[in-house]
């Protein structure tokens, strides 16, 4: 199956921004989407189709992709946005088109 | 409201089998795929598997193939996941997720999540 590689950590100061990436082969052909996920919660989708926000979340969260590379940015980062982030996209690499999240990144408001 | 309600924690012995279940509810299950996606403690999310609820037609990831059956009866609105021959290492949160899928933009997104089911794997 493909994989999606993110870096484990980052961290920001309050009101900063910061950019969180995940690179796969699968990002070449597929929608990316990204997941919020905060300690003994269900994760909550705050990008799907690489760059668009469902209603409810706020737009200090986009989303870009390029190549086998997909960003997530939170520009003016609240404290609020410290949790856990997934990236997500298809997968083509079984006999049907399945599914395959990245290794996530911790971020940390400082 | 859409919701997606799952089944209570298990916990089983290494070798038996488990089958969580989940409801759906406030919107037509036949429309939407399921897909089920763990979570070991400390872990990162890992897709498992989706089942169509209008065909019955699964897919699931190699990993699990062969352990991993993908049901669901319609006329509850439930599917579920069963996994057999478990290990200390299939101790997880396990949830169900429903895909939504626009045909005219190809976007796609996994939009509502169930509680999760906590599966404990010790002897």
């Known amino acids: 199956s493909s994989e999606l590689a993110q870096d484990p950590a980052v961290s920001v100061a309050l009101g900063q921004t910061v950019r969180i990436t995940c690179q796969g082969d699968?990002?070449?052909?597929?929608?990316t989407s990204w997941f919020q996920q905060k300690p003994g919660r269900a994760p909550v989708l705050v990008i799907y189709?690489?760059?668009n926000r469902p209603s409810g979340i706020p737009d200090r969260f986009s989303g870009s992709s390029s190549g086998d590379t997909a960003s997530l940015t939170i520009t003016g980062a609240q404290a609020e946005d410290e949790a856990d982030y997934y990236c997500n996209s298809r997968d083509s690499s079984g006999n049907r088109l399945g599914n395959v999240f990245g290794t996530g990144t911790k971020v940390t408001v400082l | 409201q859409v919701q997606l309600v799952q089944s209570g924690a298990e916990v089983k012995k290494p070798g038996a089998s488990v089958k969580v279940s989940c409801k759906a509810s406030g919107y037509t299950f036949t429309d939407y795929y399921i897909h089920w996606v763990r979570q070991a403690p400390g872990q990162g999310l890992q897709w498992m598997a989706w089942i169509n609820p209008n065909s019955d037609g699964t897919n699931y990831a190699q990993k699990f193939q062969g352990r991993v059956t993908m049901t669901r009866d319609t006329s509850i609105s439930t599917a579920y996941m069963e996994l057999s021959r478990l290990r200390s290492d299939d101790t997880a949160v396990y949830h169900c997720?429903?895909?939504?899928?626009?045909?005219?933009?190809?976007?796609?997104?996994?939009?509502?999540w169930g509680q999760g089911t906590l599966v404990t794997v010790s002897s």
């Open positions: 699968s990002l070449r052909n597929y929608y």
């Open positions: 997720v429903r895909e939504y899928y626009d045909v005219l933009t190809g976007y796609y997104m996994f939009d509502y």
């Open positions: 189709g690489s760059n």
